[in-house]
């Protein structure tokens, strides 16, 4: 089959490759010659996952796997069981619009502190994104451990549960705790707490919804920045215009006598707001996601597909049983929705109208699907996108990023999530090479 060359080139290396060559729908042979669909056409992704998307549930494989990882947790729940996770963990989200942010997320949340280079030169910085739940690694430590890939996923699973089900353990004396020194997932707990019985998770189900958020919620916004920070190496003008936006607005928020930025202060910062947008297209992290169809079905088409024969096919009938690749990342450069330069990074498309934002809207986040869209949405896309504005502003108002003579060599490593890995040292894992300095305070906003 064409399995080999899906999954072991770099992460969408194949997807690119196949929607230039026969477009947003191919057929691929799976397992034992199984026909299997990749799809990135919008019209029939928002049928899948918007219109009638209980209708297209995980593959029963991918639902084991997951079990095997997080537990029964929300990403394994299917149909009423999903209802129920969802209604769970929504009570537990945060207030976007009561949330102060930066320092807080940096220091705690994402398993990092920044810590300032004594020297002004540029030195090498290795930004390493490991499971945040480890909480080992400083922003400027660059040390891995160097251990087999299999061994580090049986060590992870087993950190998973053992950190969650700790949450659980300690929940009475830390409700009876300041706000300030509770976990991140207290709030999961506490909301369970407060549930009608006949809603409340089971401990096991709330470990798996821990072990859940630990895992799915930290690895793809860290990654995200972690990708975001490379692409802005590779482009001084963009840092440099971007780092000018965040002092402007952190000279405004200074001047009202604040200290954090708020939610109205992000969104009064479009170019930040553009390189965000633009990261979250151009690096998806989630590059897959898997789905089959639980009955005979007619995906619609946005654009109709010229089979071998001649003949032109405007819907594509789906047997009973189809296994789907949904291609997230493909559909994050179709060329008809974010212009020619689709493969490029460029966060002005956001700005001079060439991101079709209000096309064919599957996406919950400007019709991106990195978060996915419908009924199978990520749950926690609103906080991961404060989370990344955050970083990014905190980040990027206090360091200047530059390429290294490792940065050619990085791979878009696909591990589940995409993650970063320097050609010819996988051994090491995930690596991101960078040069870093303190950002020289001039301009407008200083």
């Known amino acids: ?92 989200a945060p207030n976007p619009g009561s949330i102060t942010l930066l320092c807080r997320f940096c220091q705690s949340d994402m398993g990092y502190t920044l810590k300032s280079p004594e020297k002004t030169p540029a030195h090498l910085t290795e930004i390493p994104i490991r499971h945040s739940y480890c909480n080992e690694d400083t922003f400027d430590s660059g040390q891995l451990r160097k251990t087999q890939m299999l061994d580090k996923i049986k060590t992870d ?160 009938p789906v047997p009973k049983g189809t296994r789907i690749i949904a291609s997230l990342a493909a559909y994050n450069r179709d060329k008809e929705l974010w212009g020619e330069d689709a493969h490029e990074f460029n966060p002005e498309r956001w700005l001079n109208g060439t991101a079709k934002e209000k096309v064919t809207s599957i996406g919950v986040y400007s019709n991106l699907m990195t978060f996915l869209g419908g009924v199978r949405s990520c749950i926690g896309w609103r906080f991961a996108v404060i989370e990344i504005q955050a970083f990014l502003t905190e980040i990027v108002g206090r360091f200047e990023f530059a390429t290294s003579d490792k940065t050619e060599l990085v791979r878009r490593e696909a591990c589940m999530v995409m993650a970063p890995v320097v050609e010819g040292e996988v051994e090491n894992g995930v690596q991101l090479p960078l040069r870093d300095s303190l950002a020289p305070r001039t301009g407008k906003g200083c």
């Open 157 to 316: 699973i087993i950190l998973l549960y053992e950190r969650a089900r700790a949450y659980l353990v300690g929940r009475r004396s830390r409700q009876s705790q300041p706000h300030k020194y509770r976990p991140s997932n207290y709030s999961t707990v506490k909301a369970n707490m407060d549930t009608d019985a006949k809603a409340k998770l089971t401990e096991e189900e709330l470990v798996a919804q821990i072990r859940t958020i630990l895992l799915a919620g930290h690895e793809t916004t860290a990654n995200t920045i972690s990708w975001g920070l490379l692409e802005l190496a590779k482009q001084p003008k963009m840092q440099s215009r971007l780092r000018e936006e965040i002092w402007e607005t952190e000279a405004a928020v200074h001047a009202r006598g604040d200290v954090d930025f708020t939610i109205a202060d992000f969104d009064a910062m479009p170019y930040t707001t553009a390189v965000m947008k633009e990261v979250l297209r151009f690096c998806c992290v989630v590059y897959h996601v898997q789905r089959y169809a639980s009955e005979d079905d007619v995906l619609p088409l946005s654009q109709p597909i010229t089979a071998r024969s001649g003949d032109i096919i405007r819907e594509l």
């Open 1 to 92: 089959g064409n399995l080999k060359e899906l999954y072991q080139g770099q992460a969408a290396e194949a997807d690119f490759k196949w929607q230039a060559q026969y477009g947003n729908v191919v057929r691929f042979k799976g397992s034992f010659g199984n026909n299997q669909l990749m799809i990135s056409d919008p019209a029939a992704l928002q049928y899948i996952f918007a219109n009638k998307g209980y209708r297209f549930p995980k593959p029963p494989e991918r639902r084991i796997l997951t079990k095997m990882l997080n537990g029964k947790g929300i990403l394994w729940a299917e149909a009423q069981f999903w209802n129920i996770d969802k209604k769970a963990l929504d009570s537990a």
